[in-house]
């Protein structure tokens, strides 16, 4: 068994496909038309095989918008990616406009920081500690 496939809700599949891509370095993987939606997905391009994160439009379930607005309200990370260095990509992050809601913070074996994607969504980075 392996992960091929997560998703998370978006705002907006066009403006979280430029910002995954345009500002956090992912990589269009597919953009096939499905109605008025799109099956919409982006890869690492550390990894261009790998796991894809579909991005899914939230207003296709009413529980949605319940269910993110709580864990935002609780700062509660909808997804998590794993980075090299926090400090650097925050740092590089900070630098292309992205707003921070948690800075770098050592959390005993990692350092991690969370991020507003702008489609909804809290996003945490993590590396393992020095």
């Avoid at 799109?38 to 579909?54: I, R």
């Avoid at 909808?78 to 770098?104: C, I, K, M, N, Y």
Wanted: one cysteine or more.
């Amino acid at each position: 068994m392996r992960i091929e496939l997560t998703s998370i809700f978006v705002d907006d599949q066009r403006a979280a496909l430029a910002f995954y891509t345009d500002v956090l370095g992912f990589t269009k993987r597919h953009d096939i038309p499905l109605g008025e939606a799109a099956w919409l997905t982006v890869v690492s391009p550390e990894a261009p095989d790998g796991p894809e994160l579909l991005l899914e439009p939230a207003g296709g379930h009413p529980a949605v918008k319940p269910y993110r607005d709580a864990l935002a309200e609780d700062g509660i990370p909808l997804v998590q990616f794993a980075v090299d260095d926090v400090a650097a990509e925050h740092e590089r992050l900070t630098a292309r406009g992205v707003v921070f809601t948690q800075p770098p913070t050592d959390a005993g074996p990692v350092v991690m920081a969370v991020f507003d994607d702008t489609c909804g969504n809290l996003v945490q980075i993590v590396s393992p500690a020095a």
